[in-house]
């Protein structure tokens, strides 16, 4: 299983970003999808997840977004009102069969 996570970059505060992660390989199962994120000199903290059958969990961050395509094979995280501390590199996960896959980070850096 592969992810290709893209969409981050810089922005200012107060804009928004769209990220997307991509799933190939044996994807077939898939129970859950989901986002991390861990700022620099942070411990890694949960987003959100969206699992197959589309029910949503999120962190008590709000201005996030998680959503799956139809296909199952791609997830995005859309981030509105975006915050100097929302600063930090955002991996997606994909749960297929009990196993978790990670995929690389994407960082957004958001400037104030």
């Known amino acids: 299983v592969q992810l290709q996570a893209y969409g981050g970059g810089l922005v200012q505060a107060g804009g928004s970003l769209r990220l997307s992660c991509a799933a190939s390989g044996s994807i077939r199962g898939i129970n859950r999808m989901g986002w991390y994120r861990q700022a620099p000199g942070k411990e890694r903290e949960l987003v959100a997840t969206?699992?197959?059958?589309?029910r949503t969990n999120y962190a008590d961050f709000g201005r996030f977004t998680i959503s799956m395509n139809d296909a199952k094979d791609n997830v995005y995280l859309r981030i509105n009102s975006l915050k100097p501390e929302d600063t930090a590199v955002y991996s997606c996960?994909?749960?297929?069969?009990?196993?978790?896959?990670w995929g690389q980070g994407t960082q957004v850096t958001v400037s104030s």
């Open positions: 996960y994909v749960r297929v069969m009990g196993t978790t896959y």
């Open positions: 969206v699992t197959s059958d589309g």
